[in-house]
């Protein structure tokens, strides 16, 4: 599918003026009878609307992650599986307000954006074989998961770093990142434990059994919240969130195995929907654009990390959102596991 690019809404809006000014005319010199005051408008259909940055849709209409799944049955293994982890747990957004290093930086770079070689292997960690190869068009001083400004190399955590390249539109993340430096300190290259690329105008999925940034070998960005959209009380995709312990298996899109046996884990790629009855109305403004997103488009697991964290970027604009969430919690126990297609299990 071709990945729209952005177009400002004065030019729409002036497009759509025009086609009507056009369309006026044409009639008016056709002599076609004016239609009848008591005729209805045929409804316009209203276009799917899914985000995008860097000029970039966020994958197809159709992607996983951009579907909704409000009315989709619940799993016979949902009562299990959120006793196990969920229940009992608040929804934590993991997002930043003052602190500079909380939540996961989006980097948005050029076209031409040069390249720097890529090498593999970060205290201990090297999924290289199972990782894209370099080089990658990360500049040298893009921002890490972790980062702040007086310290832009972190040297704990996951330290995810993603970029979306306009033009071309591709997604590239990396996890355990860090800069490799010659003697002058120069930046020369980058290192990491995985690293992972996306055609974002593409449904395409990673290898089967390969990881990525992410344990589920899914892609970081299109789960993550941004201000922006949930200000515009419009969000169009499933968020990203961990909890403690995953299964070994997977379903679509995921493509990584956990490494726990027992199904009263959840396999990566499952997919949990704040319940039907969950009244949304208690929330204002960003706040309630969550809770609808997690009733219509729901949580995909997708990492082991702190139960029921949802994962997205900071932005000083989050802190009344925050407070909302401290004020009127969310429990695990409200969401429900739905059916997502047959898993792949790994022995």
Known sequence: MTVRRLRPARLVALGAAATLLVTGLVSASSGAAPPSASTPPEPTPRAKVVHSIGGCQIFPDDNWWNTPIKDRPVSRKSKRIIRAQAAGHQIHLDLGVAEEYYGIPINVVPE??????????????????????????????????????????????????????????????????????????????????????????????????????????????????????????RITHALRFTLPRARAAFVKPARHCGPNRGKQYPAYGMRFRLRKGFDATRYRGPARAI????????????????????????????AKTLDQFRNKPVDGKNFRVVKTGKATVCR
């Open 112 to 233: 031409g954006q040069p390249t720097l070689p890529l090498q593999f292997g970060v205290d201990g960690e090297n999924y290289g074989d199972e990782s894209d190869r370099g080089p990658v068009a990360i500049p040298a001083n893009a921002r890490i998961e972790g980062w702040s400004t007086g310290d832009p190399d972190p040297d704990s955590g996951d330290r995810h770093v993603i970029a979306v390249q306009r033009g071309t539109c591709e997604l590239t993340e990396l996890y355990a990142a860090e800069r490799v430096r010659d003697g002058g300190g120069d930046v020369v290259a980058w290192r990491a434990a995985a690293a992972a690329r996306w055609d974002l105008s593409s449904n395409r999925l990673r290898p089967k059994y390969w990881t990525s940034a992410d344990a589920a070998g899914l892609p970081i960005l299109p789960g993550l919240l941004t201000y922006e959209e949930a200000a515009s009380g």
């Open 291 to 318: 809770v609808k997103a997690m009733k219509r488009y729901g949580l995909m697991y997708a990492d082991q990390g702190s139960a029921m964290y949802v994962t997205g970027t900071a932005d000083p604009r989050w």
